[in-house]
């Protein structure tokens, strides 16, 4: 499965942006999808992800309340809504798929090339 993250960019904080994770060509089918996301100088981090059927989600922390992600009923994208942006939140971001519903990296299988988010105070 090839993914195609998309929707970043440079935003003031208290903003919104909402990023995409496409797959190329097939659906999303069984997958659960999660975002990861690297800040500079830092070790990725699991961000949300939401199960193959879109029932369950998880969350970390700190983006809990502004953050949601979702996906379309034909399972062809993946959806992170991201409001109140704050500084602290400016990374790379990644989505990923894979067939476990999850908040470790290796969880999942398959990984996209990642999208800039940066937002400035």
């Known amino acids: 499965v090839q993914l195609q993250a998309s929707g970043g960019g440079l935003v003031q904080a208290g903003g919104s942006l909402r990023l995409s994770c496409a797959a190329s060509?097939?659906?999303?089918?069984?997958?659960?999808v999660g975002w990861f996301r690297q800040a500079p100088g830092k070790k990725r981090e699991f961000a949300a992800a939401?199960?193959?059927?879109?029932?369950?989600?998880l969350y970390t922390d700190s983006v809990k309340g502004r953050f949601t992600i979702s996906r379309d009923k034909a399972s062809t994208t993946v959806y992170l809504q991201m409001n109140g942006l704050k500084p602290e939140d400016t990374a790379v971001y990644y989505c990923?798929?894979?067939?476990?519903?999850?908040?470790?990296?290796?969880?999942?299988?398959?990984w996209g090339q990642g999208t800039q988010v940066t937002v400035s105070s």
């Open positions: 939401i199960s193959w059927n879109g029932v369950s989600t």
């Open positions: 060509g097939r659906t999303f089918g069984n997958y659960a």
């Open positions: 990923a798929a894979g067939p476990e519903y999850g908040l470790r990296e290796d969880e999942y299988d398959y």
